[in-house]
């Protein structure tokens, strides 16, 4: 069977297309062929190029050059050798260009974006359209902030150039992904969710001049109880029925998204397979053997003040980042949380020195290196020979008390500590610390369940990603985030470190996409 092609919208760094590109014919070749990876952001551009000119190697052929260039440890000779890598491999380096395309739906002329669909699908109608329109506009956090949906906000409505390219292009196939706050966002006291399902199944209405064929939209995680009579579409007992619980197939994470599965109405598919419930994964069994590390000191606060408007001004000292100076604030706030009632006995097992190392970008694996306890063949690569993206940020010495506070709370309780449950000189010096609906802002993550959903915040501070163990005192590295999201080692980040952080949490689990990508195969077999 011919590779099948795929179109990847609002791309990120890769996820969805990962998993794609990830699913083996009966002969151990590839099954899809990534054609287009369309993304706005220049970091996760460079991240999808990288990656694209990856997989223009037969699976394990990767060329030494490449482990060479992700394995450079500072971005200044990681650009340089990358440049190189591409001069000494034109055709490859090409073919990664002309696939991974920097720009943006929705302000990019349609006439171009037709024709580069059009020159990479040509006249074949079996062809799958992945992505997710971006969500941030109805996501339940993201309408909690800044109150409500505003009707002007235009990313609202990108889902609709999504749906303009179904109907212009009719792929056999389309996956689209989006968050579970679309669940329950309206407009104009509508559901956005049912507008999205009537556009997706019947594009035309909305594109009358495109003589789009009908699409039926199934679930992933749930059976439908019927089939309506006229349309044959699938019917669901709820909207939640729509709704992957990711922590239920493998991933080690309590990630809880729409995916939706559109199949052309002249495929005849009957039944669509849904996805495979599998063993929990916990996070300690994913970022367990990762090198241990320490955090980053940043400076503290010296003085505050309170302006007219009642704004809490701060006024910071630098701290000198260095091991001794480390060893210093972390003897002080040990001894500090040693005192909190119960934590004695959270030190029992606390004997090791706290770490040396910050990490960097890149880690040497060393002999009595382990490899992850599962989905060790998803992300282990022998010839990467150690751990890339694996650097800790600097903290305020505030923050580094909470988030050991919170670390050594969770271990002695079983769980992460809300802010009623800080000493009071922990508490942020907020007036409003203890009110809201965001309580629970320092938060350690569990290390025997799958982690808290990795969301593109995670750029910003890392108080909501905080690691299980207190020795190491500090937030998730982008590797570990990587991890928690399924992205194999060899896979590179490219960017600043924020840069980083938000397309890791941005991404759809790459394992779950190669999941469903099994299930597209199938039928299209």
Not at 218 to 224: A, G, N, R, V
Not at 321 to 333: A, I, K, P
Not at 362 to 388: N, T
Not at 462 to 478: A, E
Request: contains cysteine; aromatic residues 12%; charged residues 30%.
């Amino acid at each position: 069977m011919a590779r099948i092609p795929v179109i990847d919208l609002f791309a990120g760094p890769g996820g969805l297309g990962e998993g794609f590109s990830a699913v083996s014919d009966d002969f151990g070749n590839r099954a899809f062929d990534l054609r287009l990876s369309v993304e706005k952001d220049q970091y996760a551009h460079e991240t999808l190029k990288l990656r694209s000119f990856f997989r223009q190697f037969p699976s394990g052929g990767a060329p030494q050059e490449y482990y060479d260039l992700i394995r450079s440890g500072n971005m200044e000779t990681f650009i340089k050798k990358r440049e190189l890598l591409f001069r000494q491999f034109p055709e490859e380096s090409a073919r990664a260009a002309k696939e991974a395309w920097n720009a943006t739906l929705g302000e990019v002329p349609v006439a171009i974006l037709d024709k580069r669909i059009r020159a990479e699908i040509g006249n074949n109608r079996t062809w799958v359209l992945i992505g997710g329109p971006p969500c941030q506009a109805y996501s339940v956090v993201g309408r909690v902030r800044n109150g409500g949906v505003d009707e002007n906000d235009h990313r609202v409505y990108l889902y609709k150039e999504y749906l303009r390219i179904i109907a212009k292009h009719k792929p056999a196939i389309f996956v689209m992904e989006n968050v579970k706050g679309l669940l329950s966002a309206k407009l104009n006291d509508q559901s956005i969710f049912d507008m999205i399902l009537r556009d997706l199944r019947k594009p035309s209405d909305v594109f009358p001049e495109t003589d789009c064929p009908q699409y039926r939209i199934f679930s992933l995680s749930s059976k439908p109880v019927e089939y309506d009579p006229p349309s044959e579409n699938p019917v669901y007992k709820k909207d939640t029925d729509y709704l992957i619980e990711s922590e239920k197939y493998g991933i080690p994470q309590k990630r809880h998204r729409i995916i939706l599965i559109g199949i052309r109405e002249d495929l005849k598919v009957q039944d669509v397979p849904i996805l495979k419930e599998s063993d929990s994964v916990s996070l300690r069994e994913v970022i367990g053997d990762l090198p241990r590390i320490r955090s980053g000191l940043f400076r503290r606060i010296t003085s505050q003040t309170e302006d007219a408007d009642g704004r809490v001004r701060f006024e910071y000292e630098m701290l000198e980042d260095n091991f001794q100076n480390w060893r210093r604030v972390y003897s002080e706030l040990r001894k500090e949380i040693f005192s909190v009632n119960g934590f004695s006995r959270a030190f029992g097992g606390i004997r090791q020195a706290p770490p040396y190392s910050r990490g960097g970008e890149f880690i040497e694996a060393v002999e009595s290196s382990r490899k992850p306890e599962k989905l060790s063949h998803w992300y282990f690569d022998e010839r990467l020979r150690g751990f890339c993206n694996h650097a800790s940020r600097a903290h305020l010495d505030e923050d580094l008390k909470r988030y050991f506070f919170a670390s050594s709370f969770q271990e002695v309780h079983g769980r992460s500590p809300l802010l009623h449950d800080y000493p009071p000189s922990l508490l942020p010096r907020h007036k409003n610390a203890k009110s809201g609906k965001f309580a629970d802002r320092f938060r350690a993550q569990a290390p025997d369940q799958p982690a808290t959903t990795i969301t593109s915040h995670i750029s910003k501070d890392g108080h909501y990603f905080i690691h299980y163990d207190p020795v190491q005192c500090r937030s998730l590295t982008v590797r570990e985030a990587a991890r928690v999201q399924t992205f194999p080692d060899n896979y590179f980040f490219c960017g600043s470190r924020t840069a980083q952080y938000t397309q890791v949490g941005n991404a759809v689990p790459p394992y779950l996409a190669y999941q469903i990508a099994g299930i597209v195969k199938g039928i299209l077999e």
